[in-house]
């Protein structure tokens, strides 16, 4: 199988030739957010304040990584349960965002608001969570602090395998 390179910010044409199935080494800026995270971030939007970061075109990595040790930029960072974030997702989709990363099924709400929006679910590896942040070159964090690991924080990835899970098509590999 050919695992497709994908670079950040992307082109929406390279968004929709992406197929459910097909492996990726994503590079550039990634932002973490889980529930907390998102509540919050529409709660902004619904107050039409700031967000921590620019939605449009962006990535988010749905993954709250654990304290580093000494000499490591980050500790664990593997993917959490995509499900929670799907009440958020349709109008973070309506505003620009373009990759999901996560593991696990999606509502057919997050679904239809992809097709609309032409975006994408990518999922990473379960279990892999120490693995996963060798791909991380740097880190910080730039929001809610207060949330602890759930912090939004800026990631710069490099190479970071994922699958598509769900295209912009709506196919998936939760309905095969």
Known sequence: ???????????????????????VLLSGIVYTARDAAHKRIIEALNKNQNTPFIIN???????????SRPA???GSCGPTSSSRMDDY?????????????????????????????????????????AIVKQYIKSVE????EDLGTEAVRRLDVKDFPL???IDTKGSSLFSR
């Not at 964090?141 to 809610?144: D, T, V």
């Open 57 to 67: 075109n962006s990535a988010i990595y749905y993954t709250g990584p654990t304290p």
């Open 89 to 129: 997702t349709p109008t973070l989709l309506d505003q620009g965002l373009k990759i999901m990363i996560g593991k696990g099924k999606r509502s057919q709400a997050v679904i239809d608001s992809m097709k609309k929006n032409k975006a994408v679910y990518l999922c990473a590896v379960g279990g892999a969570a």
């Open 163 to 165: 699958m598509v899970a």
């Open 72 to 74: 490591e930029i980050i």
């Open 141 to 144: 964090i730039i929001a809610y």
């Open 1 to 23: 199988m050919i695992t497709k390179t994908l670079d950040l910010p992307i082109d929406e044409n390279e968004l929709t030739s992406l197929n459910a199935g097909e492996l």
